[in-house]
């Protein structure tokens, strides 16, 4: 029987890798320098680097079940997603930060219809959205999409209760980005302060972030814009 994830790495190795080899080169001679971290969700057909064009280096990606965002305050156990953000933070110094969740998201789903008993630590770690879900018993595709909107949104406003983030989105170092891609459409939602989640293709810029500054805030330099 044919192994093959096997015959994968081997090809990957024989005819992927040679088209990249000087730049795996250099990313390993002068170390990887992503400006970007990418929170997504887990799902399989959330492909981060087919919707951003990236190539290797370009994101420090972290994934996890309905791209959540785990409170700062070290109060709920071991947390690589925490640490991941910590890491992209203060060591690598990314200048932004993406949260991107998506249409169809098993996780959201989940928020209305349970998880199996067997399933502790899924359960437990749902909780991350729980504020995002809407009093409805049985929601609907819409219901579930602006669950899913809401989640994204809760989970950059919990970014900004990392103090590393938020010195850092307040001094215009760091933005911060809700994504909610459009499996079916292929496009990404961005979200907007003002006009909330706005297809790419409508939209101004990648977004905002909840905590855009003030006008009046906006130094002189324009730093802050
Ligand atoms: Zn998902």
Same mark, same amino acid.
């Given at each position: 029987?044919?192994?093959?994830?096997?015959?994968?790495?081997?090809?990957?190795?024989?005819?992927? !890798?040679?088209?990249?080899?000087?730049? !795996?080169?250099?990313?390993?001679? /002068?170390?990887?320098?992503?400006?970007?971290? !990418?929170?997504?969700?887990?799902?399989?057909? %959330?492909?981060?680097? %087919?919707?951003?064009?990236?190539?290797?280096?370009?994101? !420090?990606?972290?994934?996890?079940?309905?791209?959540? =965002?785990?409170?700062? /305050?070290?109060?709920?156990?071991?947390?690589?997603?925490?640490?991941?953000?910590?890491?992209?933070?203060?060591?690598?110094?990314?200048?932004?930060?993406?949260?991107?969740?998506?249409?169809?998201?098993?996780?959201?789903? *989940?928020?209305?219809?349970?998880?199996?008993?067997?399933?502790?630590?899924?359960?437990? +770690?749902?909780?991350? $959205?729980?504020?995002?879900? %809407?009093?409805?018993?049985?929601?609907?595709? /819409?219901?579930?999409?602006?669950?899913?909107?809401?989640?994204?949104? %809760?989970?950059?406003?919990?970014?900004?209760?990392?103090?590393?983030?938020?010195?850092?989105?307040?001094?215009?170092?760091?933005?911060?980005?809700? +994504?909610?891609?459009?499996?079916?459409?292929?496009?990404?939602?961005?979200?907007?302060?003002?006009?909330?989640? =706005?297809? *790419?293709?409508?939209?101004?810029?990648?977004?905002?972030?909840?905590?855009?500054? *003030?006008?009046?805030?906006?130094?002189?330099? $324009?730093?802050?814009?």
């Amino acid at each position: 029987m044919p192994d093959e994830l096997l015959e994968r790495l081997q090809r990957f190795h024989t005819d992927a !890798f040679p088209t990249q080899r000087s730049l !795996f080169r250099h990313l390993v001679d /002068d170390g990887q320098h992503p400006l970007t971290l !990418f929170i997504g969700c887990s799902d399989s057909r %959330l492909v981060p680097y %087919l919707l951003t064009g990236a190539g290797p280096g370009e994101l !420090f990606l972290v994934r996890n079940v309905g791209a959540f =965002v785990p409170p700062h /305050d070290q109060s709920q156990g071991f947390h690589g997603t925490a640490a991941a953000i910590e890491f992209a933070v203060l060591n690598l110094q990314v200048r932004r930060i993406v949260v991107c969740g998506h249409s169809h998201c098993g996780a959201i789903r *989940a928020l209305y219809g349970g998880v199996p008993a067997a399933a502790p630590n899924l359960a437990q +770690w749902l909780e991350l $959205g729980r504020e995002a879900v %809407l009093p409805v018993a049985e929601p609907g595709p /819409d219901a579930l999409r602006r669950t899913e909107q809401r989640a994204i949104v %809760l989970q950059l406003e919990r970014l900004m209760a990392y103090p590393m983030v938020r010195e850092r989105v307040e001094a215009g170092t760091i933005t911060l980005h809700g +994504w909610h891609y459009v499996i079916e459409d292929g496009e990404v939602h961005v979200f907007d302060v003002e006009r909330g989640f =706005v297809p *790419a293709s409508a939209a101004e810029h990648a977004g905002t972030g909840p905590y855009r500054p *003030a006008p009046d805030e906006v130094s002189p330099a $324009g730093h802050a814009a």
